[in-house]
C-alpha cells in the first residue's frame, strides 16, 4: 500500500467498469500465457464432483445401492479405545450399561434400513427392465454434422459469426469446436472464447495449453453452466440433424445460460445441401433435419431474441445472429 | 388493531429473526399490537413469541397478518386457513434444483416451500420483498400488490468490539503475509463454498502463494460440508481455509476487522445481508452477479458474471493490491450500505403496512 491517500475517481460507476475491463485483457493475457492452463481448471471441478455424492454425479443407482447395503447394519457395540488409562475403562462401563438400550434401538433401525433396501432393489430390478424396453424405441441424438466445404476458416460465416460474439458481455461458447479453429479466432478478435465438442477425439488432438476446449456434449456442458454465465453462443454443425425434443432442450437451456445482451450465433446447412448426394454419412444417421432460415428467426424470435439471417452466397447455408433482448427464468421446472 | 407476525422460525444471529424483532418494535412504536408466533422458537427467544397455534388465545378482530416467508412450514397452511388479511415479508428462499443430488430432504422442502408461496400469493393483500429480484419473484407467484423495502438488520455488529481472541488468532495468521478472503454464510450448495476453494487455489496460483480463505458460517447441509472439506484437503489446503462454524457477533466483528476482501460467489442471494456488513465494515466487495447480488451491492462492487476462478483471481488481485480501487470500493460501499441500513430502515415497511391495512 502506498503512503499518499490514493484519490476517489469523479465517476465510480466508469471507473469500475474500466476495472472490469482490465481484469478481462488480465485474464485473456493469463490464459494466453498458460500460467492457467483450461485443463487444470476442468480437474479442479472433477475433483470437486468425485466428494459429492452418488445422485450429485448423476446417479449411478447401483452404486447408491451398494453404498445404502453397506449402511444398513448399524453395529451397537461402540468403540471403547482412549487416550487416557481410565478412559477405556469409563467408556466399556458405559458401554455395558447402555448395550441393552442401544441394541434394541439399533436393531430396529437396522430392520427399518433393510427393508428400504429391499424396496430400492426391486425398483432397481424394475427399472432396468424399464430402460432395456425404452432403449429399442430410443430416438438417438444428433450428431455433429460437418460438411468440409462449408465448415473451414476461410468460410464466408466465420466474420460475421466472430464479430457478433467478440463484444460478448461475458465468456464464449462455440459448439462443435473441433480442434478450435473458431475458438482461436473469436480470441483473436478480443473475445474470451472455449469450445465444447462430443468428439472427444478432435478435442484431445487439438491445443489444450493455449486453448479452453472440452470433449464432451453440449448439453451436458450446459448443465454445468451457471445461469446468465455466457455472453455468447456459437453453434455450427450440432443443431442441424436435431430432432424437436433436443433442439427445444438445448435452446431452454442456452436462454438461461446467456447473459442478457448475449448473442446467440447459429450457422445451418440448407435442406437442399443436406440431402445432396455429397453430404456426410453422418446427416443420414441424424434423426431430424435442418430447419430453414426463416423458421430459425420466428423461434428464436418467440424465445426473446432479435434474430436476423444471413443466406450463403451458394445458398447451401446461412447465419442466423440473434441477441437476447429479454430475461429469462434462470432453471425453469422441465430442468429440475 | 393488531398487526401479527408468523414466522417459520424464530432464531437468534439470524437475518430473518433480527428483521421479524426489529420490525415488531417499529410496528408497536407505530401504536399496533404485535406479537410473533412461530413454530419453532429458539430457548433464547422463547419470552419473545409464541407457538403459532397459540394465536387464537391472541385473536381479535379486525387483526391483520404479516408471515415471513423463509422457508416451508406448517404455518403456511395455518395462515391460509385462519382467512386474515394477510402480507406477506418474503425473504426468498433457495430453489430446490440447488440442493438435488445432495439435500433430498432440502429439496423436498424447497419444493414444499414453491407450493407454498403459490398458495399465499394470490391471497396477500401485500407482497413485500427485499430486492426487485425477489419482487419479481413474487408476482410470478401470483401477488397482484408488491414493494420493495429494506432488511432490518443489526448491521452494527460487525463494526462492534471484536472478540478478543479471534482477533488475536487472525492477527498471527496475518502477520504471516497473504490476502485475508473471508466469506459468511451457511455452508450450502446455493453459496458455493467449493467455488471459494477453487477461486482461493487459483489465486494462490497465479498471484499471492500466501493467502487464505475464510468461511464463516455454520451448515444445514452436511453432504456439502463434508465434500468441501475433502476438496480442501484433496488440493492442500487445509492450512489456508479456515471453517469456524456459526461464531458470537463479536467474532464475526474480528473477522470483518481482518479481512483484506469479502468473496461472495453464491450461486442463489435474495437480498445478501453479509454483502451489506462487509460493506458497512469498509471490507472491498467482490461477488458473482447471482439473483439479487447486483441489486444489493449497485455498483459498489466488482461483480462477476460467472463463478470463473482466473476471473476472480484477477479481481481479487485488484481488490487487494490497487490502492485506488480500494478507496474507491470501500467509500462507495459505505454509501451504498447507508442507503440500505439508515435509521430510519423501518419506515418504509411501516408505512407499506399501514398503507395495506388501510384499504
Request: proline share 6%.
Amino acid at each position: 500500500m502506498s503512503d499518499t491517500e490514493p484519490t476517489l475517481p469523479a465517476d465510480p460507476q466508469a471507473y469500475v467498469e474500466q476495472v472490469m475491463a482490465e481484469i478481462a485483457d488480465e485474464v485473456r493475457l493469463r490464459r494466453a500465457s498458460g500460467d492457467l492452463p483450461p485443463k487444470l481448471e476442468r480437474e479442479l471441478d472433477e475433483l470437486f464432483l468425485a466428494h459429492s455424492p452418488v445422485a450429485g454425479r448423476g446417479g449411478d443407482l447401483g452404486e447408491a445401492l451398494r453404498m445404502v447395503d453397506a449402511a444398513t447394519f448399524i453395529d451397537p457395540v461402540v468403540p471403547v479405545e482412549s487416550e487416557r488409562a481410565a478412559g477405556a475403562v469409563v467408556k466399556k462401563g458405559m458401554r455395558s450399561l447402555l448395550l441393552w438400550y442401544v441394541g434394541w434401538i439399533t436393531h430396529q433401525m437396522s430392520q427399518s434400513s433393510s427393508a428400504v433396501s429391499r424396496a430400492l432393489h426391486i425398483v432397481d430390478d424394475r427399472l432396468g427392465d424399464l430402460e432395456r424396453q425404452v432403449e429399442v424405441q430410443r430416438i438417438p441424438g444428433a450428431k455433429v454434422v460437418e460438411f468440409p466445404a462449408l465448415h473451414r476458416p476461410d468460410a464466408w460465416w466465420v466474420e460475421p459469426a466472430v464479430a457478433a460474439v467478440a463484444k460478448a458481455p461475458g465468456r464464449v461458447l462455440h459448439a462443435a469446436c473441433g480442434d478450435g479453429w473458431l475458438v482461436r479466432r473469436i480470441d483473436a478478435a478480443g473475445g474470451d472464447a472455449y469450445g465444447v465438442d462430443p468428439r472427444a477425439h478432435l478435442v484431445d488432438a487439438a491445443e489444450l495449453g493455449i486453448l479452453d476446449l472440452r470433449g464432451e456434449g453440449v448439453a451436458e456442458h450446459l448443465r454445468a453452466v451457471a445461469a446468465a454465465g455466457l455472453g455468447g453462443v456459437v453453434l455450427t454443425g450440432i443443431v442441424d440433424g436435431m430432432g424437436g425434443g433436443e433442439r427445444t432442450q438445448l435452446l431452454t437451456a442456452i436462454a438461461t445460460r446467456l447473459a442478457p445482451g448475449g448473442a446467440l450465433v447459429v450457422h445451418s446447412v440448407s435442406r437442399d445441401a443436406w440431402e445432396a448426394a455429397g453430404a456426410p454419412p453422418e446427416a443420414d444417421l441424424s434423426p431430424g433435419r435442418p430447419l430453414r432460415a426463416d423458421t430459425w428467426c420466428r423461434l428464436l424470435g418467440d424465445s426473446g431474441y432479435e434474430a436476423v439471417a444471413q443466406p450463403g452466397p451458394g445458398g447451401e447455408d446461412f447465419l442466423v445472429t440473434a441477441v437476447r433482448s429479454s430475461i429469462t427464468t434462470p432453471y425453469p421446472p422441465s430442468e429440475r | 388493531m393488531a398487526v401479527h407476525q408468523f414466522i417459520p422460525a424464530l432464531n437468534p444471529h439470524d437475518a430473518t429473526g433480527t428483521h421479524t424483532l426489529k420490525l415488531r418494535d417499529a410496528l408497536r412504536a407505530a401504536g399496533w399490537r404485535s406479537e410473533i408466533f412461530a413454530e419453532a422458537i429458539h430457548d433464547d427467544l422463547a419470552s419473545q413469541a409464541y407457538k403459532h397455534w397459540m394465536y387464537p388465545e391472541h385473536a381479535a378482530e379486525g387483526d391483520v397478518a404479516i408471515y415471513q416467508f423463509t422457508t416451508s412450514s406448517a404455518v403456511a397452511g395455518y395462515l391460509a386457513e385462519q382467512g386474515l388479511p394477510l402480507i406477506l415479508d418474503f425473504h426468498d428462499f433457495t430453489a430446490p434444483e440447488y440442493f438435488a443430488g445432495w439435500e433430498p430432504r432440502s429439496v423436498q422442502r424447497a419444493a414444499a416451500a414453491g407450493e407454498e408461496l403459490a398458495l399465499l400469493a394470490p391471497q396477500a393483500v401485500l407482497g413485500m420483498a427485499k430486492s426487485p429480484f425477489s419482487e419479481r419473484q413474487l408476482r410470478r407467484a401470483g401477488c397482484r400488490r408488491t414493494v420493495v423495502v429494506p432488511v432490518l438488520a443489526d448491521y452494527g455488529r460487525v463494526t462492534g468490539a471484536p472478540d478478543r481472541r479471534v482477533a488475536a488468532e487472525l492477527a498471527a495468521l496475518g502477520e504471516r503475509g497473504g490476502a485475508d478472503i473471508l466469506f459468511v454464510g451457511r455452508i450450502v450448495p446455493s453459496k458455493a463454498q467449493h467455488d471459494l476453494v477453487k477461486a482461493l487455489w487459483a489465486y494462490r496460483r497465479l498471484y499471492d502463494a500466501r493467502a487464505r480463505l475464510h468461511l464463516v458460517g455454520g451448515t444445514s447441509s452436511f453432504e456439502y460440508a463434508k465434500a468441501l472439506q475433502g476438496y480442501v484437503d484433496d488440493l492442500g489446503l487445509a492450512a489456508a481455509v479456515r471453517i469456524t462454524g456459526e461464531v458470537s457477533d463479536a467474532a464475526l466483528a474480528a473477522h470483518f476487522a481482518a479481512a483484506d476482501v469479502y468473496l461472495s460467489l453464491s450461486a442463489h442471494e435474495g437480498f445478501g445481508v453479509p454483502l451489506v456488513e462487509a460493506m458497512v465494515a469498509g471490507v472491498p466487495v467482490v461477488t458473482r452477479g447471482a439473483g439479487a447480488v447486483a441489486e444489493t451491492v449497485s455498483g459498489a462492487a466488482l461483480v462477476l458474471a460467472a463463478a470463473d476462478p482466473a476471473y476472480i483471481a484477477a479481481a481479487l488481485h485488484r481488490a487487494c493490491t490497487d490502492d485506488r480501487l480500494r478507496t474507491a470500493l470501500v467509500a462507495a460501499g459505505r454509501r451504498r450500505a447507508a442507503e440500505l441500513s439508515g435509521g430510519a430502515a423501518a419506515a418504509p415497511l411501516v408505512d407499506a403496512v399501514a398503507g395495506a391495512v388501510a384499504r
